[in-house]
């Protein structure tokens, strides 16, 4: 039996918790929070307990197999630091951090303490993208010229409007489209250049939008939208290849559509839809991680991966800023 202490009863606690309840094997055995009546309604009748300071939890619990962190991106650190000072795995949500600074002193403090950190891409475990990620790899529509992504709805409601923030939120680049461009990293290497333009140095109230354009190394350019500026939140690709696109929507019926393009000799194109999985993306993401914790295996995606998510969404706010592209330099680390 897994025991999990969970950090944070706001909505990706409450979207965590209700995977942990319905595994097998595994108990969540607390909830840190300082808002019981939020904790409460998250635990419902289950077996958990509510702690309002994680030494708390640690010092009244028999034992613990891991730590997971839902709590706002600013607060990331300190919790992961206290976790792996009581030598407890982590699980954090994404993004890693707020600064690359301080993402790099997570990961190096995991490593000296020798605890385990798991960061919460859950885009890679949706079954749409993992769907187009395998067709694209395996040359559907052959090489890959341009992608477009899109992603968003409403300004979120975060504890203590900490979203409005900017010294505590990175916006949609950071907290929003980070989503993308891990998946997109993912699927085809290395980013070589960014160029962003957005509406955060405008500073309008409850309001953000940015259009981030990468160039990666492969040759493979994208266009990555996020908005916090519509009344739905939904989800778009479209990945044009030399022989055929691929398309999704959130808001459409039809999960993933193949469209091959016509040769001369053929008359109509194909459609092929694919149906997503029953399963949440969150619990096969946190079962992926619970996985790799009892047999050691490498996650799908690792704190490294994490780390250089976070650099491209740097190096779009730094363009964004600016007015001007920014490359990253892989070899040394640095944004020029």
Same mark, same amino acid.
Request: proline fraction near 3%; include cysteine; aromatic fraction near 10%.
């Given at each position: 039996m897994q025991k999990i202490l969970l950090i944070g009863a706001g909505t990706m606690g409450r979207e965590h918790a209700t995977s942990y309840y319905s595994m097998e094997d595994v108990h969540l055995a607390?909830?840190?929070?300082?808002?019981?009546?939020?904790?409460?309604?998250? *635990?419902?009748q289950n077996d958990t307990k509510i702690f309002q300071t994680m030494d708390e939890a640690v010092n009244n619990l028999e034992h613990i197999d891991v730590i997971d962190v839902?709590?706002?991106? $600013?607060?990331?650190?300190?919790?992961?630091?206290?976790?792996?000072?009581?030598?407890?795995?982590?699980?954090?949500?994404?993004?890693?951090?707020?600064?690359l600074e301080d993402a790099q002193e997570m990961i190096d403090y995991c490593e000296k303490k020798d605890v385990r950190l798991f960061v919460g891409h859950v885009v890679r475990f949706f079954p749409q993208y993992a769907k187009v990620r395998h067709l694209v790899s395996n040359g559907t529509i052959g090489d890959i010229g341009v992608v477009r992504t899109k992603r968003g709805g409403n300004f979120p409601a975060g504890w203590s409007d900490w979203y409005a923030d900017h010294t505590k939120s990175g916006g949609v680049i950071l907290d929003l489209i980070i989503h993308d $461009?891990?998946?997109?990293?993912?699927? $085809?290497?290395?980013?070589?250049?960014v160029f962003a333009k957005g509406l955060a140095e405008r500073k309008i109230e409850h309001l953000d939008y940015a259009l981030v354009t990468l160039v990666f190394k492969s040759g493979v350019i994208a266009h990555v939208e996020g908005t916090w500026a519509h009344q739905t939140f939904s989800s778009q690709f479209e990945f044009a290849g030399k022989s055929g696109i691929l398309e999704y929507d959130s808001l459409k019926e039809?999960?993933?559509?193949? %469209? *091959?393009?016509? %040769?001369?000799?053929?008359?109509?194109?194909?459609?092929?839809?694919?149906?997503? #999985?029953?399963? %949440?993306p969150y619990y096969i993401e946190l079962e992926h991680f619970l996985k790799c914790l009892k047999t050691n295996e490498t996650p799908i995606v690792t704190a490294e991966d994490a780390y250089k998510a976070m650099?491209?969404?740097?190096?779009? #706010?730094?363009?964004?800023?600016?007015?001007?592209?920014?490359?990253?330099d892989r070899e040394r680390g640095d944004l020029i």
């Amino acid at each position: 039996m897994q025991k999990i202490l969970l950090i944070g009863a706001g909505t990706m606690g409450r979207e965590h918790a209700t995977s942990y309840y319905s595994m097998e094997d595994v108990h969540l055995a607390g909830i840190v929070d300082l808002r019981k009546e939020q904790a409460e309604q998250i *635990i419902g009748q289950n077996d958990t307990k509510i702690f309002q300071t994680m030494d708390e939890a640690v010092n009244n619990l028999e034992h613990i197999d891991v730590i997971d962190v839902c709590v706002p991106t $600013f607060l990331h650190k300190e919790y992961v630091l206290k976790a792996a000072d009581y030598g407890i795995d982590v699980i954090c949500e994404k993004p890693l951090a707020y600064t690359l600074e301080d993402a790099q002193e997570m990961i190096d403090y995991c490593e000296k303490k020798d605890v385990r950190l798991f960061v919460g891409h859950v885009v890679r475990f949706f079954p749409q993208y993992a769907k187009v990620r395998h067709l694209v790899s395996n040359g559907t529509i052959g090489d890959i010229g341009v992608v477009r992504t899109k992603r968003g709805g409403n300004f979120p409601a975060g504890w203590s409007d900490w979203y409005a923030d900017h010294t505590k939120s990175g916006g949609v680049i950071l907290d929003l489209i980070i989503h993308d $461009f891990d998946f997109l990293r993912w699927s $085809f290497g290395e980013v070589e250049r960014v160029f962003a333009k957005g509406l955060a140095e405008r500073k309008i109230e409850h309001l953000d939008y940015a259009l981030v354009t990468l160039v990666f190394k492969s040759g493979v350019i994208a266009h990555v939208e996020g908005t916090w500026a519509h009344q739905t939140f939904s989800s778009q690709f479209e990945f044009a290849g030399k022989s055929g696109i691929l398309e999704y929507d959130s808001l459409k019926e039809e999960p993933v559509l193949l %469209s *091959i393009r016509k %040769s001369n000799e053929e008359k109509h194109g194909v459609t092929v839809p694919q149906s997503p #999985l029953k399963k %949440s993306p969150y619990y096969i993401e946190l079962e992926h991680f619970l996985k790799c914790l009892k047999t050691n295996e490498t996650p799908i995606v690792t704190a490294e991966d994490a780390y250089k998510a976070m650099e491209i969404s740097v190096a779009a #706010l730094q363009s964004l800023k600016t007015g001007l592209p920014v490359s990253l330099d892989r070899e040394r680390g640095d944004l020029i």
